[in-house]
């Protein structure tokens, strides 16, 4: 599993606005991209900055195209990436903090010691 490179993607991904709404409409053609064209670029570089081996497992494409926080947690992706994401991505359909709140109560099972998040 490459955790840096789902936290690359739900990093990237939340801090461009169309790349969030594709990502919300579009979530599997969306991931499917970004890891074609989007996953080998070295952050902060030219164009020519780049590498031909990073891809996602089948599992982290499966949660990433999902949208499932549960499985990704599971994977070890940082809480605190797919929570910013997401909210950007659901809490418009949700009252004040009430996808918060669901958010966490998914993730309420899990006891410590947590997964992994380092990278």
């Known amino acids: 599993m490459s955790r840096y490179l789902v936290d690359k993607f739900l990093y990237t991904v939340d801090r461009d606005p169309d790349l969030v709404e594709r990502y919300r409409a579009e979530p ?3 991931v499917l991209w970004w890891e074609s064209e989007r ?3 070295v952050l902060n570089c030219h164009d020519g900055e780049a590498s031909t081996w990073l891809r996602f ?3 982290e494409r499966e949660a990433l195209a999902t949208h499932d926080h549960v499985a990704l947690f599971s994977l070890g992706a940082h809480p605190f990436l797919t929570l910013t ?3 950007a991505m659901f809490e418009r ?3 004040p903090l009430e996808y918060q709140k669901a958010f ?3 993730l309420a099972h ?3 010691p947590y997964p992994d998040i380092a990278t």
């Open 57 to 59: 497992t089948d599992e």
């Open 110 to 112: 899990f006891s410590m």
């Open 85 to 87: 994401l997401f909210i």
């Open 28 to 30: 599997r053609g969306t």
């Open 93 to 95: 359909d949700h009252g």
């Open 39 to 41: 996953a080998n670029t």
């Open 104 to 106: 966490g109560a998914r």
